[in-house]
């Protein structure tokens, strides 16, 4: 099994719907991070996290809200989408070392 | 401003010849620079992480350079293989206004290996 899973890994959506991008991980990291990529744009950190109690905005959380259920569970939510959020969505984790272990990803359409 | 600047354009090389990707930085001064490897529709896998002390680093057919002067970072894959085919992002620490060290990534480079 994947150790960091990602649901949906599609979703279209309506400008103003309210949705929720969830993210669970095996891997026993305390920390947990949420990127969008854009074409030309590489990856950019919406929401980091480094422990359940822990939550800080990334460069770019405006529109973006996050909840982390458990050290295994960091979800986040869009309260009114918006067509420039059509992106595709990572999460991610570490351990306390450097390197970041991604999700599959989650392709956002919003019409 | 800060600034990395990964080759936009797509790399095609033959199988077997050995393929070098450049990650060049300004205004960063990392204390390590990593490359990850993705696939399309995928999410980024990380390959190799070189610390600032380090000039080289290998792992089986992939080597890292890191020259903290030019600020630039070379990625080689010898003997390169259709399977190779990706785009490769390097990433390197960078530093919030809260302190926090975030990774940092560049756009990445298309590497196409033809048979």
């Known amino acids: 099994d994947a150790d960091v899973t990602q649901t949906p890994r599609n979703r279209i959506t309506k400008t103003g719907k309210r949705i929720m991008l969830e993210c669970s991980q095996t891997?026993?990291?305390?920390?947990m991070y949420w990127y969008r990529q854009d074409p030309g744009l590489g990856l950019r950190l919406i929401y980091y996290?480094?422990?359940?109690?822990?939550?800080n905005k990334g460069e770019i959380s405006d529109g973006y809200s996050v909840s982390r259920q458990a050290q295994a569970k960091f979800s986040l939510s869009l309260e009114s989408a918006i067509p420039n959020q059509t992106a595709l969505y990572f999460c991610?984790?570490?351990?306390?070392?450097?390197?970041?272990?991604f999700g599959p990803g989650t392709r956002l359409l919003v019409l | 401003s800060q600034k990395i600047e990964q080759n936009s354009e797509a790399l095609n090389i033959q199988e077997g010849k050995t393929a070098t990707l450049t990650c060049n930085y300004t205004?960063?001064?990392?204390?390590?620079l990593q490359w990850y490897r993705q696939d399309p529709g995928r999410g980024p896998v990380f390959l190799l992480l070189?610390?600032?002390?380090?000039k080289e680093k290998r792992k089986e057919r992939l080597k890292v350079t890191f020259d903290t002067t030019l600020k630039q970072s070379l990625f080689h894959i010898t003997a390169s293989q259709p399977a190779d085919s990706a785009t490769y992002l390097c990433?390197?620490?960078?530093?919030?206004?809260?302190?926090?060290?975030?990774?940092?990534f560049g756009t990445g480079t298309r590497l196409l290996v033809s048979p």
């Open positions: 205004n960063y001064s990392p204390a390590y």
């Open positions: 996290s480094f422990d359940v109690k822990d939550i």
């Open positions: 990433a390197l620490e960078g530093r919030m206004n809260t302190g926090f060290q975030k990774l940092v």
């Open positions: 070189i610390r600032e002390n380090e």
């Open positions: 991610a984790t570490s351990d306390y070392q450097e390197t970041q272990y």
């Open positions: 891997k026993g990291h305390d920390r």
